[in-house]
Each structure stands twice: as C-alpha cells, then as structure tokens.
C-alpha cells in the first residue's frame, strides 16, 4: 500500500489506545509530565501497557516497607524471645548447666537479631514507625530480663543491674526529651558499650567456672565503666544540642521580627 501508516496519521485504534504515544502523535514523556489531557501512560508504564521494570521494584519496596516486612519480623521474634529466655533461665531452680545453656542460645540469638535488624531496615528502606518504636523496646527487655535473672539468683549484684538498666532508660528518656532539638547519633563508645554489655551478661548466662569465670568479671567491669562513661557523654551532647537549638531558635526569632 502506499497510503499514510496509521501510527503517522494518529488515526488507528493502537495509536488512540496508547494515547498519542507514537512519533507523530507525540509523545507525553518527550512533552513533559504536565502536556496533554492525561490520556497517555501513567509513570512507569511502557507504550504497549506494560509496567516498567523500575515501576515494579518501586511498588515491592513499597509492598515491604510495610509492618510485616524482615527487620520488624526480626524485632518481633526478640520480643517473643524474652519471656521463653525467662523460663528457660529459671527452669530447674535456675541452677541446671543444661538449661542455662539454652538459656544463653535464646539471649544469643536475641543478641544477634539485634544487629541484623536496623541494618537490614537502614539499608533496603524498612524503616517503619513501629520499628522505631519496638526496637528498643525490644532491646531493653531481653537485656533486663537477663540482669534481673541473674541478679535474683544472686549470680550478679543488684547494683550492676541498676546501674545498667538506670542508664539505659535514663539516656532514652534523654533522646526523647532533646528530639526537637535534634537526635543524638549513636557513637562509637554506645556500640563497643552494646557489645560489652552483651558480651559479659553471656558469659553469666551460662554456668562458667575457674578461669572463665574471673575472666566474665573483668568482662562486666568493663561493661559498666563504658555503661557509665558513654551514659555521661550523652548527657553533655544533649546539653550541647539544646543549648545550640535554643540558640538557633531565638536567632530565627530575633530575623523575624526584624
């Protein structure tokens, strides 16, 4: 034939029902997104209808960034951990090696979910308002169940367990009271701090003895000399955060007026 190609002349059912997406119809991408009447493809849809391999990774990160996705399931099973961390602490009177050791699996798996889960929510945008708020918690209660168990058994002095937990509550009642000045970044210290802590209240979970038991001891004392020494470095970074966020307002304040 030698008449005129329909996809040219806009004239032909495919040309209408990819709305004018054709080199002589124009096309909306080249046009812009506010050209035409919004009969062509939406973002990410190809010509032909089909959506674009970037519109289906956009919509599964969506899909994850959602309640049940792996960091919060990750979370989740930590919470779950503590009160089977408990029972299994103080089965058989709390004295039993065997049961000790199954105690020490549960905090140890507790532990290491704990590092997995924020990495994996920062790194593929998991980040969820529940998190923010179960993750601590999370963090706080298998941490507290242990001292609490060990100190109740008489295995760790009742002034350990209040120093650690005091701080802990301390410096997160801290960053809530600070927020609207700014967030006080973890450091150095509060991860090697994390660490430690987890670290030495292992080493009690399980029944050591001899050497390994002394060693634990000075493990612990290092724990709470970092407890305290990164709990006093948080106080002086909030002070500093809102006396420079006071500052910043009253400054915004003063160009106002002026």
């Given at each position: 034939m030698t008449g005129v190609p329909a996809s040219a002349a806009g004239g032909s059912s495919r040309a209408q029902s990819v709305g004018g997406s054709s080199k002589a119809g124009g096309s909306s991408s080249a046009a812009?997104?506010?050209?035409?009447?919004?009969?062509?493809?939406?973002?990410?849809?190809?010509d032909d209808g089909r959506p674009a391999r970037g519109a289906k990774l956009a919509a599964a990160a969506v899909n994850q960034a959602s309640v049940w996705n792996i960091a919060n399931l990750l979370t989740m099973l930590r919470l779950l951990l503590v009160p089977g961390f408990i029972?299994?602490?103080?089965?058989?009177g709390g004295y039993d090696p065997a049961w000790r050791s199954f105690a020490w699996a549960a905090f140890a798996i507790a532990m290491i979910t704990d590092l997995f889960d924020g990495h994996l929510a920062r790194t593929y945008d998991l980040v969820t308002d529940f998190g923010k708020i179960a993750d601590?918690?999370?963090?706080?209660?298998?941490?507290?169940?242990?001292?609490i168990c060990l100190s109740a058994?008489?295995?760790l002095p009742w002034w350990v367990t209040a120093v650690i937990l005091g701080r802990e509550l301390g410096i997160t009642l801290l960053?809530?009271?600070?927020?609207?000045?700014?967030v006080i970044p973890a450091s150095r210290g509060g991860k090697l701090k994390t660490l430690t802590?987890?670290?030495?209240?292992?080493?009690?979970?399980l029944a050591l003895t001899g050497w390994l038991a002394t060693l634990r001891f000075w493990v612990m004392a290092a724990a709470v000399v970092l407890t305290v020494v990164t709990g006093l470095d948080y106080v002086r970074q909030a002070i500093v955060l809102r006396r420079q966020g006071?500052?910043?307002?009253?400054?915004?304040l003063e160009e106002t007026e002026g």
């Open positions: 812009g997104p506010d050209a035409g009447t919004g009969a062509g493809p939406g973002p990410g849809v190809h029972a299994l602490m103080l089965a058989e601590p918690i999370a963090d706080k209660a298998i941490m507290g169940a242990a001292l058994l008489g295995d960053r809530f009271l600070v927020i609207r000045y700014g802590q987890g670290v030495a209240v292992g080493m009690y979970v006071i500052a910043e307002r009253k400054a915004a």
